[in-house]
């Protein structure tokens, strides 16, 4: 837990919330004409209930922006993500990004009744991510808490297996490796739940 926080010091001095001057109009005029509405939402919260879309609302435009680059250089795989990134300029990330990061925050519905060990779980969570989960203005640690449950519950899935690895120093694998099916769960419902903003 110790390494875990100090990497989180390193990559808040090196990774910096960048001033993106994307256009939040033309950001969402080409969230619609490039399709980003028909997965994540015109209001940013996503559409359908099987997991695999992520809410934009309210999230850093750095996280956005990094993803997108991710998602086409291919350090985060997604074959839809990959094929839809590419089709991006700089100019058009900025813009996408600007406009689903100025909606409003992103709210969760999801409770759970463990919730003492949701919160010594969060605790590890919080290091990087901020109190509540709103991250820390930083392109490496997003906004979390009011995240759908069945996308963060396959997000941290895929963390611990291995499948995604984007995180600067490998630190969302570190973090997830030693967590059971049942602590995600948890985890994955508290994040989801929390509602101050």
């Known amino acids: 837990m110790k390494n875990l926080k100090n990497a989180c010091a ?37 559409n359908g209930e099987d997991g695999k879309f992520a809410r934009l609302a309210g999230q850093y435009p750095a996280y956005i922006v990094k993803q997108l680059q991710d998602f086409r250089s ?14 991006l300029d700089e100019a058009d990330i900025a813009d996408i990004a600007a406009y689903y990061g100025g909606l409003p925050a992103m709210r969760g519905e999801a409770t759970h009744a463990d919730a003492a060990t949701a919160q010594r779980l969060f605790a590890t ?25 069945k996308y963060l519950r396959n997000q941290l899935l895929a963390w611990r297996s291995g499948e995604r690895r984007n995180s ?23 994040l989801s739940g929390i509602q101050e903003r």
């Open 10 to 46: 390193v990559l808040a001095l090196v990774l910096p919330l960048a001033a993106w001057a994307g256009n939040v109009e033309a950001g969402r005029i080409k969230s619609e004409s490039e399709r980003c509405q028909e997965c994540h939402g015109a209001d940013g919260n996503g």
């Open 74 to 87: 291919g350090a985060r795989k997604h074959d839809y993500m990959m094929v839809m990134a590419r089709s």
């Open 125 to 149: 969570c919080a290091a990087c991510h901020g109190p509540q989960g709103k991250g820390t203005g930083n392109a490496a640690f997003p906004v979390i808490g009011g995240q759908d449950v």
């Open 168 to 190: 600067p120093g490998g630190t969302m694998n570190e973090a997830t490796k030693g967590l059971t099916d049942a602590e995600i769960d948890v985890l994955a419902h508290y």
